[in-house]
């Protein structure tokens, strides 16, 4: 079973030079290493070519951001697992070992994410991922280790969680073979929510998502878009809305109802703690989605949707109201 590690780069040159050697030296020779660069300006594919004679690039002539970049790149990929792997995460020793072998094991596992840990932190949870993530009804994500903003050290408290809902993207392996006959990501993502929307597809496909915590890497968490970016916002809440369109089993009519009043609350409480640029982020977000609402009602009528995403609560309510 041959692996592909395939780092996606936008002007990530100081990042590279912090993280790649990690990459380089815990990744055994048998193993591809690639690098797609989304038309970087800072000089990050020419510090590659000198400096790290075993990766292949695959160059691309502007930014696609993360969804579009990864289904060009992939094309010219050919190994039977291929890992999606941040420019900013630092990787352990062993770290693709039991990967391959839960691969090898379990056939119907289309998607693995190792245990993430925060770079900056290195007890305690990443946010992006830590121990495998989960959607509450109104598709808010949360993870095992960390929900809204609240992270908490690994105490191997979730080494015994084997099934999990989505992959982060930051660390994200995945059948080479099933990514491509699946269409990959949705393109019109851009970035931000599509391995959550792909895990889901997946999902309803009949195939498994799987946590893997005897690998452990380490993520620098928002290095490329910071959190406080209104874009981000934005792609977040633009991005939840196409997935549950896309593929909520639930009457959809309700479910997007209860939704807007939710995401109202949610909205001027960012607008008093992150300020107008990013409540006007949310508007937009709306504003695409209905823009595309044919689109996707179209995909959710040609596709069948078997799986309930959540149990009967809200993340929004459970922590932010309730103190839970």
Avoid at 235 to 247: C, W
Wanted: hydrophobic residues 40%; charged residues 25%; proline residues 2%.
């Amino acid at each position: 079973m041959s692996l592909g590690i395939v780092i996606l780069n936008w002007n990530g040159k100081t990042l590279i030079e912090k993280f790649l050697p990690s990459v380089i030296n815990n990744t055994p020779n048998i193993h591809n290493i690639y690098f797609i660069d989304n038309g970087s300006t800072d000089g990050s594919v020419e510090f590659i070519k000198t400096n790290f004679k075993r990766i292949k690039i695959i160059a691309l002539d502007k930014n696609y951001g993360y969804a579009k970049a990864y289904n060009i790149g992939l094309k010219n990929i050919d190994d039977d697992i291929v890992c999606l792997l941040n420019n900013d995460v630092e990787v352990s020793r062993g770290w693709t070992k039991e990967i391959l072998r839960q691969f090898n094991n379990e056939p119907l596992t289309a998607v693995i994410q190792p245990k993430l840990r925060d770079y900056y932190n290195k007890p305690y949870f990443d946010y992006a991922g830590a121990a495998g993530g989960f959607l509450d009804k109104f598709g808010y994500p949360y993870c095992n280790g960390r929900i809204y903003n609240k992270i908490e050290k690994d105490n191997n408290q979730y080494n015994n969680v084997s099934e999990i809902f989505w992959a982060c993207g930051a660390c994200f392996f995945i059948r080479n073979q099933i990514f491509k006959k699946y269409g990959g990501f949705d393109e019109s993502f851009w970035a931000h929510f599509e391995e959550i929307d792909l895990c889901w597809r997946l999902k309803n496909k009949g195939y498994k998502i799987s946590l893997n915590t005897d690998s452990i890497v380490f993520h620098a968490n928002a290095a490329t878009l910071v959190q406080n970016n209104p874009k981000k916002t934005y792609y977040n809440f633009r991005n939840m809305l196409f997935t549950i369109t896309k593929n909520s089993k639930n009457n959809l009519f309700f479910l997007l109802t209860e939704k807007f009043f939710i995401d109202i609350i949610v909205a001027f409480y960012i607008l008093f703690n992150r300020g107008v640029n990013h409540f006007i982020a949310i508007i937009k977000a709306y504003l695409s989605f209905y823009k595309h609402i044919n689109l996707l009602m179209k995909f959710r009528k040609d596709n069948k949707r078997k799986i309930k995403h959540y149990k009967n609560i809200s993340i929004i309510c459970e922590y932010l109201f309730y103190k839970r």
